[in-house]
């Protein structure tokens, strides 16, 4: 029972390059999220669906889009890092109440 | 806007002493409020629910308050051990899909 699965773990990228953030969910839920954790600074919503083929904007959005084609994916994608963008991502799903998370990827914006 | 204050950074504990964690929140009452838990190098795990009308949830050496006059909920590990050692997140929900996360205490069970 895998549940949540993100890809990659880790990830260096330079100022300016682009990258997609892959996450995957096996227990077929509507929801999904994707976060971003920083030191001090929590959790913070960055977009979100409520079904396939649906997204929203979060809290943080600027400098991220995503795509929902699939309901069991949800895919973050940077289209030019900056240094900023440094952070722990994480994907989450649920039904209507818990949320369930992957075990984030490690992004670095050299 | 919703503002969510966990009451310290860090909290230590004895082992086998019950472990008290706060949560406090700005303006509206939440239609529902979560407690998970996060280990290092991993993504949080949820624990439990507990709803605008209820004062208390149990789950085995788990309880959790909920005071919408005080605008605080208590997260309680009773017989704590070593292995309770995390980091634990309150989140809060207005009745929507989305949930406002405070930034969390690091819970240490001293044996």
């Known amino acids: 029972n895998a549940g949540v699965t993100q890809t990659p773990k880790f990830r260096v990228l330079k100022t300016g390059q682009s990258m997609t953030l892959l996450c995957a969910q096996d227990?077929?839920?509507?929801?999904m999220y994707w976060y971003r954790q920083d030191p001090g600074m929590g959790l913070r919503l960055i977009h979100y669906s409520v079904g396939e083929g649906t997204t929203a904007k979060g809290e943080v959005p600027d400098g991220y889009n995503v795509s929902r084609l699939k309901k069991q994916n949800f895919l973050l994608g940077l289209e030019s890092a900056a240094p900023s963008q440094t952070s722990v991502y994480f994907c989450?799903?649920?039904?209507?109440?818990?949320?369930?998370f992957g075990d984030g990827t490690r992004l670095s914006i050299l | 806007s919703q503002k969510i204050e966990q009451n310290s950074e860090a909290l230590n504990i004895q082992e086998g002493k019950t472990a008290t964690l706060t949560c406090n929140y700005t303006?509206?009452?939440?239609?529902?409020l979560q407690w998970y838990r996060q280990d290092p190098g991993r993504g949080p795990v949820f624990l439990l629910l507990i709803r605008e009308n209820e004062k208390e949830k149990r789950k085995e050496r788990l309880k959790v308050t909920f005071d919408t006059t005080l605008k605080q909920s208590l997260f309680h590990i009773t017989a704590s051990q070593p292995a309770d050692s995390a980091t634990y997140l309150c989140?809060?929900?207005?009745?929507?899909?989305?949930?406002?996360f405070g930034t969390g205490t690091r819970l240490t069970i001293i044996p």
């Open positions: 989450a799903s649920s039904t209507s109440e818990a949320q369930h």
């Open positions: 989140a809060l929900t207005f009745g929507n899909e989305k949930l406002t």
């Open positions: 227990m077929n839920h509507e929801y």
């Open positions: 303006n509206y009452s939440p239609a529902y």
